[in-house]
Nanobody, 120 residues
Framework: QVQLVESGGGLVQAGGSLRLSCAAS????????MGWFRQVPGKEREFVAT???????????DYADSVKGRFTISRDNAKNTVYLQMKALKSEDTGIYYC??????????WGQGTQVTVSS
């Protein structure tokens, strides 16, 4: 059974930093694409960042334009964990952040989400 468990959300002031973690189990973690999406009430879930597996030990990162230069996605295959380091946070970064995993080209599995609130 696949499980994705996010942690690290919380309340932070604008300009501050947070690091989200997502621990995965039940998947062949090293060959899965991992990603982060976020959602605010009344809006669709939106893409934040992804780390795509392209074979061997090569991964490619991609980011939403709104977070480029401020967020960094990384992974530790030994711990089956993906991270999202968020810096220079803005109020518009507020939302529930979801971890997702899937074989290349897909996002099949989703976590329960962790709340990030940025106060201005």
């Amino acid at each position: 059974q696949v499980q994705l468990v996010e942690s690290g959300g919380g309340l932070v002031q604008a300009g501050g930093s947070l690091r989200l973690s997502c621990a995965a189990s039940g998947v062949t973690f090293s060959s899965y694409t991992m990603g982060w999406f976020r959602q605010v009430p009344g809006k669709e879930r939106e893409f934040v960042a992804t780390l795509r597996w392209s074979g061997g030990s090569t991964y490619y990162a991609d980011y939403a334009d709104s977070v480029k230069g401020r967020f960094t996605i990384s992974r530790d295959n030994a711990k089956n964990t993906v991270y999202l380091q968020m810096k220079a946070l803005k109020s518009e970064d507020t939302g529930i952040y979801y971890c997702t995993a899937g074989k290349p080209g897909t996002y099949t599995y989703w976590g329960q989400g962790t709340q990030v609130t940025v106060s201005s």
